[in-house]
């Protein structure tokens, strides 16, 4: 069973850069047919999903909210995931969460819909 799970600083000023990684245990992350998710939940609001990559082809996907800002890539230790977040905003304040899809489809649509869960970091952007 696979085991995510989230780590990088967690106070941040507007405007500052933040980097998040997401190492996975109990699989590979090499099986095709996996996705990697970012999803983040704000004070008072639902879960959003932010951005994915695709096991298969690379491909990535990001919310509006993220677009140009963020960016998820694979790690090249093995099993390790990024999300590098720039231009840091006080709306971007949230518990993080890496996640993992089965299906491409469910990752190009940024769904909330996912198989396997890290217990989330919390990010906060402050002055």
């Known amino acids: 069973q696979v085991q995510l799970q989230e780590s990088g600083p967690g106070l941040v000023k507007p405007s500052q850069t933040l980097s998040l990684t997401c190492t996975v245990s109990?699989?590979?992350?090499?099986?095709?047919?996996?996705?990697w998710t970012w999803i983040r939940q704000a004070p008072g609001k639902e879960r959003e999903g932010i951005s994915c990559?695709?096991?298969?082809?690379?491909?990535?996907y990001y919310a509006d909210s993220v677009k140009g800002r963020f960016s998820i890539s694979r790690g090249s230790v093995k099993n390790t995931v990024y999300l590098q977040m720039n231009s840091l905003k006080p709306e971007d304040t949230a518990v993080y969460f890496c996640?993992?899809?089965?299906?491409?489809?469910?990752?190009?649509?940024?769904?909330?819909?996912?198989?396997?869960w890290g217990q989330g970091t919390q990010v906060t952007v402050s002055s």
């Open positions: 996640a993992t899809h089965i299906s491409d489809y469910l990752c190009s649509q940024l769904s909330k819909d996912v198989s396997a």
């Open positions: 109990g699989g590979s992350i090499t099986t095709s047919y996996y996705a």
């Open positions: 990559i695709s096991e298969n082809d690379q491909s990535t």
